[in-house]
C-alpha cells in the first residue's frame, strides 16, 4: 500500500510519522490523484468512449437499432444515454485513480517508460474485460480490428496520461501538501458512489501504517524484494490477460 509512503524511484517525499500527520498525507495524496483520474475518466472514458461509439455506428448503419451489449442502442445517441456513459466514465476513472495510488510505489525507470508500462498493462487487461466473443458487439460492428483497438486504446490511453498527470501535479512543489485541508480532500468526495472499494484501501493503509511503526518492520516492508513480487504479480496479471485478448481477437477476426 503505497499511498502513505511513495517506493518508486526518485521520490523525495514520505509520509510523515504519525498517524494524524500520515493520514493528512495519504487523504490530500490520494484526493489529488483522484481529482486527475475522475477528469481523465469523465474525457478519455466518457468523451473518447462516446466518440468510438459515434465512429462504430456511423460506419456500421446496417447496425441502428440493434441493442449492445450495455443496453445502449447502436446508431441511437440520447442525452440520458450520454450523461450515463459520462457518469460511468468518471466513476471508472475514478477507481482507476485508487489502483494507480496503491500500486504506483511498483513503477520504474525514467517517466516516459513509466507511461508506457503503466499504460500497455490496463490496455490489455481493460480491453480483455472488454472484447467478448458472445454477445452482439464485437459480431456487428466493423471493421472488427477497429472496434477491438478502440477499445484497448482508450483505457490504455487513460492510464498514460494519468501517470504523467498526476505526477505532474504532485510534484508541483507540495502545492497539493499546502493546500487547506477540506479544499485538498475534497475531490474525496467522488468516492461516494463507489465507497466499498475505497474501504479496503484504507484497511490496507492502516495496516501497513501499523507495522511501520517499528524500525525493523519498516525496513522489511520496503525491501526491494516486495516490490518486485509486486511487479511478477501484475506481470502474471497482464501475461494472462493478453492471452485472453489474443485468444478472443483470434475468434473475432
Known amino acids: 500500500m503505497t499511498l502513505g509512503v511513495d517506493v518508486g524511484k526518485g521520490t523525495a517525499e514520505e509520509a510523515p510519522a504519525g498517524w494524524r500527520a500520515s493520514a493528512e498525507f495519504s487523504a ?9 483520474g475522475a477528469l481523465l475518466g469523465l474525457l478519455v472514458g466518457g468523451v473518447g468512449g ?9 460506419l456500421n448503419p446496417e447496425a441502428t437499432g440493434v441493442t449492445s451489449d450495455d443496453g445502449f442502442t447502436i446508431g441511437q445517441f440520447t442525452m440520458s444515454d450520454t450523461l450515463n456513459l459520462l457518469l460511468v466514465g468518471t466513476l471508472l476513472g475514478v477507481v482507476g485513480a485508487g489502483i494507480y495510488a496503491v500500486l504506483r510505489g511498483l513503477r520504474i525507470g525514467p517517466r516516459w517508460f513509466q507511461a508506457l508500462t503503466v499504460a500497455v498493462g490496463p490496455a490489455v487487461v481493460v480491453g480483455a474485460l472488454i472484447v ?5 458487439d464485437f459480431r456487428v460492428l466493423e471493421p472488427t480490428w477497429l472496434a477491438i483497438g478502440l477499445f484497448v486504446v482508450i483505457p490504455g490511453l487513460y492510464a498514460a496520461m494519468l501517470t504523467l498527470l498526476a505526477e505532474h501535479v504532485l510534484g508541483q512543489n507540495g502545492r497539493w501538501a499546502r493546500a487547506p485541508l477540506l479544499l485538498a480532500v475534497a475531490p474525496l468526495i467522488l468516492w461516494l458512489p463507489v ?9 490496507a493503509w492502516a495496516a501497513r501504517e501499523g507495522l511501520r ?3 525493523t518492520r519498516a525496513q522489511a516492508l520496503d525491501h526491494p524484494a516486495f516490490r518486485w513480487v509486486g511487479r511478477l504479480g501484475l506481470a502474471i496479471i497482464f501475461a494472462l490477460g493478453l492471452l485472453d485478448l489474443g485468444n478472443d481477437t483470434a475468434e473475432l477476426i
Open 132 to 136: 467478448h466473443t458472445d454477445g452482439v
Open 213 to 215: 511503526r517499528t524500525k
Open 195 to 203: 465507497l466499498p472499494l475505497l474501504v479496503p484501501l484504507a484497511a
Open 28 to 36: 490530500r495524496r490520494l484526493a489529488t490523484i483522484t481529482a486527475v
Open 50 to 58: 462516446r466518440l468510438a461509439m459515434m465512429l462504430l455506428a456511423r
